[in-house]
């Protein structure tokens, strides 16, 4: 069984940063692809990124690609997003997610998700 905890979120004006972080009480943290989702009101849940069980596999959302980072920390059970120059569309909740599938796997349309964390608001407005 994995637990995760997101924590991190906020409001933040448009061009600003916030770094979300995952946090796993699983022993088992390090053999999961670990991602974020995010879902805007009124809209499904969408793939924002994904990294491999070593952190030497990544994809983004083409939405996201250059402005966002993830990384993990296998000795922490830790997953973060640091999120940059952040605009009006990015607010959504985000999600911490974990699968035992590949990253490119995960990647794609409509991956199963193992675990899922209970999300974490972000808001950009001025």
């Known amino acids: 069984q994995v637990q995760l905890v997101e924590s991190g979120g906020g409001l933040v004006q448009p061009g600003g940063s916030l770094r979300l972080s995952c946090a796993s009480s699983?022993?088992?943290?390090?053999?999961?692809?670990m991602g974020w989702f995010r879902q805007a009101p009124g809209k499904e849940r969408e793939f924002v990124a994904v990294?491999?069980?070593?952190?030497?596999?990544?994809y983004y959302s083409n939405s996201v690609k250059g402005r966002f980072t993830i990384s993990r920390d296998n000795a922490k059970n830790t997953m973060y997003l640091q999120m940059n120059n952040l605009k009006p569309e990015d607010t959504a909740i985000y999600y911490c997610?974990?699968?035992?599938?590949?990253?490119?796997?995960?990647?794609?349309?409509?991956?199963?998700?193992?675990?899922w964390g209970q999300g974490t608001q972000v808001t950009v407005s001025s």
């Open positions: 997610a974990a699968t035992a599938l590949s990253a490119v796997q995960a990647a794609g349309d409509r991956p199963k998700i193992d675990y």
């Open positions: 699983g022993r088992t943290f390090s053999s999961y692809t």
């Open positions: 990294v491999n069980w070593s952190g030497g596999l990544i």
